[in-house]
């Protein structure tokens, strides 16, 4: 799930003028490049990035970054996450784990998703550039004329 916010991140951080390709991603981030792949059609085909194809294609923001949260990379990522979510099966374990433990674990989950959509990736782009960190595409541009 980390990864994938980090990918977005590092397009909506690193944007030039060209689409920022999966294997620079990887690169600048450290992110095994077969999840990330994987992870970066999932956002393509729910809306939150857009796949650019060709020698320079790459991914870009489907929307602006004001417009995307972390919730929404998160819930993209949990449809793409196979694992077992213990809170959804109410059959098994014992009455205190389903009745108690369980509803309390949703309610937490539903408090995080809450504060995740409160957080745009606008705001972790304003986090990186008060941390000091260079944007590659942006120091790329060049607009003389």
């Not at 919730?71 to 077992?84: A, P, Q």
């Amino acid at each position: 799930m980390l990864f994938a916010i980090e990918a977005v991140l590092d397009i909506a951080f690193h944007a030039g003028s060209q689409p920022v390709q999966s294997r620079t991603i990887t690169r600048r981030q450290g992110i095994p490049r077969r999840y990330l792949e994987q992870a970066l059609q999932h956002l393509v085909r729910e809306g939150v990035l857009i796949g650019v194809r060709g020698p320079k294609g790459g991914y870009r923001l489907a929307r602006e970054r004001r417009r995307i949260t972390v919730g929404d990379i998160v819930r993209v990522v949990g449809k793409m996450e196979t694992g077992d979510d213990p809170t959804k099966d109410d059959n098994g374990g014992s009455e205190l784990g389903r009745k108690v433990v369980r509803e309390l674990w949703r309610e937490l989950q539903d408090e995080v998703t809450i504060r995740l959509d409160g957080v745009t990736i606008e705001d972790l782009c304003n986090r990186a550039h008060r941390a000091k960190i260079i944007s590659e595409g942006r120091s790329n541009l060049d607009f003389s004329i």
